[in-house]
T-cell receptor
Framework: NAGVTQTPKFQVLKTGQSMTLQCAQD?????MSWYRQDPGMGLRLIHY???????DQGEVPNGYNVSRSTTEDFPLRLLSAAPSQTSVYFC?????????????FGPGTRLTVT | GENVEQHPSTLSVQEGDSAVIKCTYS??????FPWYKQELGKRPQLIID?????GEKKDQRIAVTLNKTAKHFSLHITETQPEDSAVYFC?????????????FGGGTRVLVKP
């Protein structure tokens, strides 16, 4: 049981480039999310999904797209990278049971946009 | 939307002393309040949580209290140890009508001095 995996761990992009951050989970969780973490700003929700085929926007969705074709995978696409997107990105999958929502985070992707 | 404020942003305590972190939230419909611990360079991990129908919950040296009327909740760590040094995040989850989204506070960096 690998939990939540993310690739790559580190990435450097030039302004204007696009790329996809991969996220996968093997816990059969329906709910998955993407967050970005900037110093002093905690974790901010980018996009989330409540199940395969269903996605919705979080607090800071601009510049990012997501898709959820399977329960396991939830990739995050940067359309045209900007220096403001330099951050650490965490994918999370959520175990839900009787009002408890335990989020399992992936190891993170550290992205630098120059 | 939900707004979660967390104080203090940094906290330095002597080993063996107690540490208290406080959070306030804005949406009275929020019903679940987890706390995450993030060690340097690692992913956030759930350490304790509380549902809105409970006022206090304890797990060994950590406890969480919730005051729904005042919309604030707190994390208490007793007998602090050097391994408690980390960044702690509070969060509030809104209900199904708001997509069960989790909003995080800005984090508290705790340093336990030996």
């Amino acid at each position: 049981n690998a939990g939540v995996t993310q690739t790559p761990k580190f990435q450097v992009l030039k302004t204007g480039q696009s790329m996809t951050l991969q996220c996968a989970q093997d816990m059969n969780h329906e709910y998955m999310s993407w967050y970005r973490q900037d110093p002093g700003m905690g974790l901010r929700l980018i996009h989330y999904s409540v199940g395969a085929g269903i996605t919705d926007q979080g607090e800071v969705p601009n510049g990012y797209n997501v898709s959820r074709s399977t329960t396991e995978d939830f990739p995050l696409r940067l359309l045209s990278a900007a220096p403001s997107q330099t951050s650490v990105y965490f994918c999370a999958s959520t175990y839900r049971d009787r009002g408890i929502y335990e989020q399992y985070f992936g190891p993170g992707t550290r992205l630098t946009v120059t | 939307g939900e707004n979660v404020e967390q104080h203090p942003s940094t906290l330095s305590v002597q080993e063996g002393d107690s540490a208290v972190i406080k959070c306030t939230y804005s949406d009275s419909a929020s019903n679940y309040f987890p706390w995450y611990k993030q060690e340097l360079g690692k992913r956030p991990q759930l350490i304790i949580d509380i549902r809105s129908n409970v006022g206090e919950k304890k797990d060994q040296r950590i406890a969480v209290t919730l005051n729904k009327t005042a919309k604030h909740f707190s994390l208490h760590i007793t007998e602090t140890q050097p391994e408690d040094s980390a960044v702690y995040f509070c969060a509030a989850r809104r209900g199904r009508a708001a997509g069960n989204k989790l909003t995080f506070g800005g984090g508290t960096r705790v340093l336990v001095k030996p």
